[in-house]
């Protein structure tokens, strides 16, 4: 016997909701903030509580719930989007930019930001990078005061604003690869500027890119990566994965597992106790192809409701869109055909 039946009536009684009468709508107020008729904000309990007390509550939420809320009333959105607004304006602060003109610029030059700093928006206990990536496809935004405008582009020693200077310029796919960790990193990125603030010891990288940023993101070799950050929204590509602390690797792994495979940012990812599989089958659990949300059969797309995005300000007035994307996840192991590389790996890739 589990449950003891002498203490249900407690457990029920506790449950019971109080009786409320509501008004008819046309008694309602009028709510200026979400323009329609609706029963006072205080008559919800969770509106009863402290502010911090109902964030601390949705930050245990799964994505989906806080995707529910946020779409469910405009009340309830400042639940989702207020710390996520938060730690993209104080991750833009550590790197000694103005959040506000930084991600205006952002929009207009339709960059995003990806990389550990886009990750640590969704994975709370990432700790902040060295290093933010900032993907373009042109130019790229504004770092701010003091940025002079008539700079030399041949003088590395100029202040490009707020104190960066452009240290290097990685055109070759070497230089790339060793700029952001990856080891194979493609045709699509055009160059990469690597700008250096030495007093606050922060580096930003301006990867520019041929095809929209998005593409680049889902180049990434694993989805713990396929993050984003824009001017208006923080958004999580892979959620059901990313949430339980697994990744998909997209890259080919050598049957002998062999030391050909060399790719820091995933020894970093690893050292933040998040899990990286080769096999689809291990990283989403069992399930029937292409049903289930994380399947790396399922073709996506950006915009899609399949991923997990937060709108946190409708700054800007350029009202430049990203591109929309389409793909499929290339994985080593699909589903379904899995047990020859199961067996070989086994768990957890443990990177050397
Ligand atoms: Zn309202
Ligand atoms: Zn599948």
């Not at 045709?187 to 940023?213: C, G, H, W, Y």
């Not at 694993?222 to 994965?241: E, G, H, K, R, W």
Request: glycine share 6%; net charge neutral.
């Amino acid at each position: 016997m589990l449950l003891k039946p002498s203490r249900w009536p407690i457990e029920i009684m506790r449950l019971r909701r109080v009786h409320q009468s509501y008004p008819y709508r046309q008694e309602l107020e009028w709510c200026h903030f979400c323009r329609e008729r609706h029963t006072p904000p205080e008559a919800a309990p969770v509106f009863r509580l402290p502010l911090d007390l109902g964030l601390r509550i949705v930050s245990f939420l799964p994505f989906s719930d806080r995707c529910a809320l946020n779409a469910s009333c405009r009340h309830l959105e400042k639940f989702v989007t207020n710390p996520v607004a938060a730690r993209v304006r104080h991750t833009l602060r550590e790197f000694g930019l103005d959040p506000g003109p930084f991600l205006e610029s952002m929009q207009y030059h339709g960059a995003v930001i990806g990389g550990i700093a886009a990750l640590r928006i969704f994975v709370e206990d990432v700790p902040m990078p060295r290093v933010l990536e900032v993907y373009t496809r042109q130019g790229h935004p504004d770092l701010g005061a003091p940025n002079q405008e008539e700079y030399d582009d041949d003088d590395p020693s100029a202040d490009r604003g707020n104190g960066y200077r452009l240290v290097e310029t990685a055109i070759f796919t070497y230089g790339k690869c060793q700029l952001l960790g990856y080891q194979h990193y493609g045709a699509n990125v055009e160059k990469i500027l690597r700008m250096r603030n030495s007093t606050l010891d922060r580096e930003i990288l301006f990867v520019q890119s041929r095809v929209p940023p998005i593409e680049l993101i889902i180049e990434a070799p694993t989805t713990l990566l396929m993050n984003f950050i824009t001017s208006n929204d923080a958004v999580c590509l892979y959620p059901d994965l990313t949430e339980r602390r697994k990744g998909l690797l997209t890259l080919p792994i050598p049957d002998d597992r062999s030391s050909t495979l060399d790719v820091p940012v995933l020894d970093t990812l690893a050292g933040f106790r998040l899990y990286m599989f080769g096999n689809a089958t291990q990283a989403v659990g069992r399930h029937r192809c292409p049903l289930h949300p994380s399947c790396p059969a399922v073709p996506r797309a950006y915009p899609d409701l399949l991923m997990y995005t937060v709108r946190f300000t409708d700054a800007g007035g350029y009202g430049s869109r990203l591109a929309e994307s389409t793909w499929t996840l290339k994985v080593p192991s699909p589903c379904g055909s899995t047990e020859r590389i199961e067996q070989r790996i086994g768990g957890p890739i443990n990177w050397p």
